[in-house]
T-cell receptor, first 112, second 114 residues
Framework: DAKTTQPPSMDCAEGRAANLPCNHS???????VYWYRQIHSQGPQYIIH???NNETNEMASLIITEDRKSSTLILPHATLRDTAVYYC?????????????FGGGTRVLVKP | NAGVMQNPRHLVRRRGQEARLRCSPM?????VYWYRQLPEEGLKFMVY????????ESGMPKERFSAEFPKEGPSILRIQQVVRGDSAAYFC????????????FGQGTRLTVV
């Protein structure tokens, strides 16, 4: 699976949009971009995934650049409960099962 | 529909004892994954199992660690002769199928070796 690069940390104001970048410059055509988050001491939680089109669900939006070398996770209205470590993961459609390779992630602190 | 259930939530073992961690996947899920998170580190894949079969154990330490997912009952991660370095949070995840589906994680078992 392609390696991803994320900033180690970022702050966000409560009520504002949080934009979390992820670089995956070596991504190949059959690899998807997944986002998970881990709230302190809890198990990781799936957020969203996409291949090349932008995706939106009740939690977030995922914007993938046209060349697919980077993406941005958008939390439209951050709340204090969104404070967590956010992981950007690239997975191949040919990968066996749901094995996930977690990097360092971005530690997001939402401030009041 | 209950989520992925792990027990115990906290486990304390003395050096040299055995630790057994249990994971009941979500209903209808036949694929189970175990991850380990050492203190202040990221999550590392350990093993992927499908009912009665180990599919990928590339992240399992070569000694003292084993995993099973029997036809009936929960998946078990077993650590024999625990050492202090085994102290970590162990997370289990399940998915309904192989491939590009989302994985659902349990709340983890925090193992402390004293």
């Amino acid at each position: 699976d392609a390696k991803t690069t994320q900033p180690p940390s970022m702050d966000c104001a409560e009520g504002r949009a949080a934009n979390l970048p992820c670089n995956h410059s070596t991504i190949s055509g059959n690899e998807y971009v997944y986002w998970y988050r881990q709230i302190h001491s809890q198990g990781p939680q799936y957020i969203i995934h996409g291949l090349k089109n932008n995706e939106t669900n009740e939690m977030a939006s995922l914007i993938i650049t046209e060349d697919r070398k980077s993406s941005t996770l958008i939390l439209p209205h951050a709340t204090l409960r969104d404070t967590a470590v956010y992981y950007c993961i690239v997975r191949s459609v040919e990968a066996a099962g749901n094995k996930l390779t977690f990097g360092g992630g971005t530690r997001v602190l939402v401030k009041p | 529909n209950a989520g992925v259930m792990q027990n115990p939530r906290h486990l304390v073992r003395r050096r040299g004892q055995e630790a057994r961690l249990r994971c009941s996947p979500m209903k209808g899920h036949s694929h189970v994954y175990w991850y380990r998170q050492l203190p202040e580190e990221g999550l590392k894949f350990m093993v992927y199992l499908q009912k009665e079969n180990i599919i990928d154990e590339s992240g399992m330490p070569k000694e003292r660690f084993s995993a099973e997912f029997p036809k009936e009952g929960p998946s078990i991660l077993r650590i024999q002769q625990v050492v202090r370095g085994d102290s970590a949070a162990y997370f289990c995840a399940s998915s309904p199928a192989a491939g590009l589906t989302e994985a659902f994680f349990g709340q983890g078992t925090r193992l402390t070796v004293v």
